[in-house]
């Protein structure tokens, strides 16, 4: 073969004409009929992609989570993405990207040969790439395919590679796009889709993070940074390198002069001032995590939504506006009452929170709160588990009671009827155990501390023994007790698995006719168990737990949602009364000495639970605009007795209904009783003192609102809280306390 040794200069020339020869070939070749192998091989696709970028509907956008009054909570996003229209980007930015990437953008229709080959022999002549040789239409064909239209790594790397395939392909469709969109459009679209660096992406996105303004906003300083930067993200980012940022953007500043946009002056008056951008890049911490007090809620947010159909990934990419029912005074309240009676970082132990506002004829979600901070510091005991809003812990306790109390009234039980209440029931058919010295077959249950031997069930709701209710469900039968349980909110217990991870609760507890489910032993999702409260609060009728009060797409259009139909779950004239029977609780009963020690002096229904170790403890309280339940619980992997003041893990377990769950609740409501409605008992129907069927469960007492012996544990059945107080000093109850602990462990 023969070999010709060319001088230099004349070899460049030669490979400058020849790749001039070429890349004009390339350029005519789409537009000569767009004949050739490579062109016509993929026309369908082109055609499609042409018309999937000119319709525009699959840029990802971030979405915007806010509370109910249009405050930011969090930022979901694939691609930290703003859109915004040609008037919101300012002249000096499409100025500064025009002079810098395309000079000649508004002239060519689409490839610019002239420029095409102008920059291949520039770049020949320089040894390296000294100019671009692709116009915004094509570079912003380039960025469509390999940011928004590829689905996999393979087709990103195609949208990019180096090949003449590739380039032809790309050169077509600038042209196509060309004859769709107006310049504006095209140089808007690009401004609106191309990478930044720093996880921005577009001008918007771009402009807030390095500059904390927006994108109208820019001036010329700012819009020459920017419109340099695209070249490389990664080289050019001025937190690692920035002079060579800062020569690009004079770059920049002098491609204005050219293009007659800017004058010198003010070209070398901005090239010797620094580049301006912020301390550090201002970049929006991406999902849940960045929702803070509200991360929880942020959570369920999500969850919620992927039942109606949005998922996460759309979410991430729709640009949508989601507008929430959250309170952010009743989350901060709920937040600082739950970390302020739980420690944040307590081994073992958690607390969580819920707020719902019966109100509009929905259950609107006002707050969701855990003693946990939610977070990826697992050393902080932070957690990302939704502790607020699935099943968790050993159970809600004598919370249940309410349950079969509504299942009485419904069969002619009224709030004055006389129980007896003896310190040990007996029952068969419904289960077996209990109370140690349980006969076979049997299921036993016992109160301790000192009651009296009849009471109404107004007083038993306020200082809960566990006999009258056993008792009670012995007559009903558990099938309609769990029954109001789920239509009332604990919606979960029909979940297949809910129960041992085959079984549901409600299979379980139906087919075995388990009496203990009236005390409260089954785990428990606290969202459930507020809207339980909810329920009652809204005259016995159940909605699902609502978070989202409207959401928007990335045009502003209503997306509208299939909400679940509310239900009836009980008679209202029962919910009623029974809301207003519970409304001593506060007042003599479980959850007195809370409210006091809050400063709680409002009417509310309540009731009070405390599991059958003190593994978990739990209140329930609501007002006719106010509904809420605490719920404490192991949440660690060896679940423990827990212990009062502090809340801890502990041998013998102290902590009652009436501790830590009901203070939370009072102190988180008291903020917020009066916006929702003021703290009062809901009217009913006087019936229901006597009952509907007085002969059926014996005499009724005048009133209602006699004394109880005060709230007990039994062992090893669960309670509510501890025994009645005696006004003694703080120190001598406590070391009753302690001393009653002691001698537990030799019963």
């Known amino acids: 073969m023969l070999r010709v040794d060319a001088p230099k200069p004349f070899l460049k020339l030669f490979l400058a004409i020849l790749a001039g020869g070429v890349l004009l070939a390339a350029a005519i070749l789409p537009f000569a009929g767009a004949s050739g192998w490579v062109v016509n091989a993929s026309t369908d696709t082109m055609n499609s992609n042409v018309q999937d970028i000119s319709e525009n509907n699959t840029v990802p956008l971030r979405s915007r989570i806010t509370d109910r009054d249009g405050q930011t909570i969090a930022w979901i996003y694939n691609q930290n993405r703003t859109e915004v229209p040609s008037k919101k980007i300012s002249r000096a930015m499409k100025d500064s990207i025009v002079a810098i990437e395309d000079r000649r953008f508004y002239d060519h229709k689409g490839v610019d040969i002239r420029g095409t080959m102008r920059a291949a022999l520039a770049n020949l002549s320089s040894g390296g790439v000294s100019e671009g040789a692709s116009t915004i239409n094509q570079q912003y064909v380039k960025n469509y395919l390999w940011l928004i239209d590829a689905e996999n790594e393979d087709e990103a790397a195609q949208a990019i590679e180096t090949s003449l395939p590739r380039k032809l392909r790309e050169m077509k469709m600038a042209r196509d796009l060309d004859r769709e969109l107006s310049k504006d459009e095209i140089l808007t679209r690009y401004l609106n889709l191309v990478s930044f660096g720093n996880s921005a992406f577009g001008v918007q996105a771009a402009a807030q993070t390095y500059f904390g303004v927006n994108a109208e906003d820019l001036d010329d300083n700012q819009s020459a940074f920017l419109a340099g930067i695209v070249q490389s993200t990664s080289a050019l980012d001025p937190y690692t390198n920035p002079e060579g940022a800062k020569k690009r953007r004079n770059a920049v500043l002098q491609a204005r002069v050219t293009a007659k946009t800017l004058p010198q002056s003010k070209a070398d008056e901005l090239a010797a001032k620094p580049l301006g951008v912020l301390e550090e890049p201002a970049i929006p911490t991406n999902g849940c995590i960045g929702a803070g007090r509200s991360g929880f809620f942020c959570d369920y947010v999500l969850q919620y939504l992927e039942g109606k159909g949005i998922s996460k990934d759309e979410i991430t990419k729709g ?126 249950v016992e109160n301790a501390g000192s009651y009296k031997p009849n009471m109404t069930l107004k007083e038993a709701l306020a200082t809960s023994p566990n006999t009258p209710f056993i008792e009670m469900a012995e007559k009903i039968g558990m099938k309609r007790i769990v029954d109001i349980a789920i239509k009332l909110g604990l919606r979960s217990y029909k979940d297949k698995g809910s129960f041992d991870g085959e079984n549901s609760v409600e299979s379980y507890v139906k087919d075995n006719n388990l009496g203990s489910f009236v005390l409260g032993p089954t785990a428990v999702d606290p969202l459930e168990l507020s809207n339980v409260a909810a329920s009652l609060a809204d005259h016995g009728r159940w909605c699902e737990p609502l978070p989202v009060l409207s959401i928007k797409d990335r045009n502003g259009e209503d997306v509208e949602l299939e909400e679940a139909d509310c239900e009836q779950a009980i008679d209202k004239s029962i919910a009623d009364a029974l809301a207003n029977g519970m409304g001593s609780d506060a007042q003599s009963g479980t959850a007195a000495a809370a409210a006091r020690a809050e400063g709680w002096s409002a009417s509310v229904s309540a009731k009070t639970g405390t599991t059958e170790t003190s593994f978990s403890a739990a209140f329930l309280g609501f007002t006719p605009g106010w509904a809420g339940s605490t719920y404490i619980f192991n949440d660690g992997g060896t679940p423990q007795n827990l212990c009062t003041s502090p809340v801890r893990q502990c041998g013998s377990g102290n902590l009652y209904g009436g501790n830590e769950p009901a203070r939370i609740f009072f102190e988180a409501s008291k903020p917020m009783i009066d916006k929702y409605g003021g703290g009062k008992l809901p009217s009913y129907d006087k019936k229901y003192d006597a009952g509907t069927d007085p002969g059926k469960w014996g005499s009724s007492s005048d009133s209602g609102n006699g004394s109880g012996g005060g709230e007990g544990t039994t062992r090893p059945q669960p309670a509510d809280s501890p025994p009645p107080e005696l006004n003694l000093p703080p120190e001598v109850q406590r070391g009753l306390e302690d001393l009653d602990d002691f001698l537990r462990q030799f019963q």
């Open 319 to 444: 640009g949508y506006t989601i507008r929430t029912t959250l309170d952010s005074k009743a989350q901060r309240s709920a937040e600082n009452a739950a970390r302020g009676k739980v420690a944040p970082d307590q081994d073992g132990v958690a607390a969580a929170t819920d707020y719902l506002a019966p109100i509009d004829g929905k259950h609107q979600v006002l707050a969701m709160a855990s003693s946990r901070t939610y977070g990826l510091n697992q050393k902080k005991r932070e957690s990302v588990l939704p502790l607020t809003h699935s099943l968790q812990g050993h159970g809600a306790g004598s919370v249940f009671k309410i349950f079969a109390a509504a299942a009485a009234m419904e069969e002619g039980m009224g709030l004055n009827t006389n129980l007896a209440v003896p310190t040990r029931a007996e029952v068969e058919g419904m289960g077996a155990g209990g109370a140690r010295g349980c006969p076979a077959n049997k299921y036993c």
